[in-house]
Each structure stands twice: as C-alpha cells, then as structure tokens.
C-alpha cells in the first residue's frame, strides 16, 4: 500500500513554527495532537459514480468536505482513498491523501488501514471519520462529536437531529436513533433502524459521522458483522450488539449527503450560497 502527503503528518504549522506532536506544547486554537480526521472516499459508486470527483463551485466535492474537516480545527485532516484520481485531486488542492486497499467492505475499514499506516507508532488516540459525501458538514458539528468522548466510558460518539419533517419517520433512507437522555443535547444510543419511528418522540434522524477511540475502532473492524448489523443493513450495531458505547450529540440540522445527481444539485444551489 503507498500513502503520501502534501506534508508530513508529524509535523505542522502553529503558533509555535513547526509543530512536533512529540515536543511542542499546545496553544490555544491549534489542532490536538492526539486527534485525526480521515474521510472515507470511494470512487466507485452505484447511485453516483466518480461522485468525490463532482464538481461543486470549480472544486471537487472531496476537496470541499476536506476545507469542511480543516475548519474544525481539531486535527490533521487526510482523504484515505482507493483512487488514484482522487488522491491526485486531494494533492492539487494541497491536502493530504493515503491509498488504501480497494476491497473494504465500509468507510471503517479503510480508515483504520488508513490510520496504521499514517500512523505506525499509535500516537493518534481519537479518531474522527467525516463521509466523503457531506460537503455542507459544519466545523461546530464535527468538534461536537467529540465531547462524548471526555467520558472515558463511551467507546464512540456520533450525531443526530430532531426529525421534523413527517415523512422521514417512515422513510426506511432515514436511519433512526434512540436512547437515553443523559444530558441536554446528548443520548447514550440504544440502538439504531431504519424501520419506522413511532411513539411521541422526539425522535431522531442519525448522522453519520463517528468519533472513535482508536482502541474502539482497531476493536470494532476486527468484529464479524452481528445480526442487528445484517438485519438493518447498519454497521454501527455491530458496535452495540458486542456491548460497546455509542453516545450521541443532537445537532441543529443534518448536513446534505451527496448520493444521486438530485443531491448534488442542492448540493451547487447551498454551496452558492
């Protein structure tokens, strides 16, 4: 497997000139040296094929979800890819790219192949997988998954919104969530589905977007799908049906998931703002 940089990952530029994440003390605003954003990017698809390469406003839309993981400020961000037009993409745009295997079955897969090798010495402790399709992702909601994580005893955070649109309770593309209010804006997950919501709610529509410790992530590929996992057709019960944590952070909104040409013409009409 080859991977590459526009620049090393052990160092960047901060407040203190080169940053070395084994020496340089934190300032304040810089990225945390033990956080990594990877984002999943697959060339081949069956709704949209070539969609990282779509263009939006004279930009690919991989380079656009990219400048979206940089303005979190919370870490390196790096596009892991089994395309070499993606990578090159990536690179013109002076990001970051890694190739990895072609055969991952899930974006999980390819970003634990992609933090082994951008990371062999397992200096990188928390990491955050952003999907290669959400090019209006905000900056505030990226870092909002993170905050679970401040409890040694979740294994993985990710985020949802308050549905309130009517037809996504019974639209089995919307992927439900549920679980127990353990704090304002913040649920410990029960489980997930794309079956209808019923009840009197709230109820709520999960993003995918996941922040995992790395010892939950090298776990959680090395697991054989569940039957939650092949009955729902999602693999974040693989993780809960083996007793791991997923806590949830409720967002404002759900950002726009690019997967047909339908998508990606609200996609150019947000982006134009």
């Given at each position: 497997m080859r991977y590459r940089f526009a620049w090393p990952l052990a160092t960047r530029i901060s407040a203190c000139g080169i940053f070395d994440v084994r020496t340089c003390a934190q300032a304040p605003g810089t990225?945390?040296?033990?956080?990594?954003?990877?984002?999943?990017?697959?060339?081949?698809?069956?709704?949209?094929?070539?969609?990282p390469l779509a263009d939006l406003h004279g930009a690919p839309m991989i380079v656009h979800v990219l400048r979206?993981?940089?303005?979190?400020?919370?870490?390196?961000?790096?596009?892991?890819?089994?395309?070499?037009?993606?990578a090159a993409a990536v690179e013109k745009a002076g990001?970051?790219?890694?190739?990895?295997?072609?055969?991952?079955?899930?974006?999980?897969?390819?970003?634990?192949e992609a933090l082994e090798a951008v990371d062999p010495d397992h200096r990188i402790e928390i990491v955050v997988n952003v999907q290669g399709d959400l090019p209006t992702v905000g900056g505030d909601d990226i870092r909002a998954a993170l905050k679970p994580l401040a409890d040694r005893n979740v294994d993985i955070a990710t985020?949802?919104?308050v549905i309130t649109d009517p037809d996504e309770r019974t639209n089995p593309n919307v992927v439900k969530v549920s679980g127990r209010e353990i704090a304002p804006g913040r649920l410990?997950?029960?489980?997930?589905?794309?079956?209808?919501?019923?009840?009197?709610g709230p109820h709520y529509h999960h993003i995918g977007l996941y922040a995992y410790r790395r010892a939950a992530l090298e776990r959680f590929v090395k697991l054989p799908p569940s039957a939650g996992e092949r009955r729902e057709r999602l693999e974040q019960l693989r993780a809960?049906?083996?007793?791991?944590?997923?806590?949830v952070m409720v967002v404002k909104s759900v950002p726009l998931g690019v997967d047909t040409l339908e998508d990606l013409e609200k996609a150019r009409k947000l982006l134009a703002g």
């Open positions: 990225p945390m040296p033990d956080t990594i954003i990877l984002i999943p990017a697959r060339l081949a698809s069956t709704r949209l094929p070539g969609k979206c993981a940089e303005a979190a400020g919370i870490g390196d961000a790096v596009v892991a890819t089994d395309s070499e037009a993606v990001g970051r790219a890694v190739m990895t295997r072609s055969d991952h079955q899930s974006g999980s897969d390819r970003i634990y985020l949802a919104a410990h997950a029960t489980t997930f589905t794309r079956e209808n919501a019923t009840g009197p809960l049906d083996n007793g791991m944590r997923i806590d």
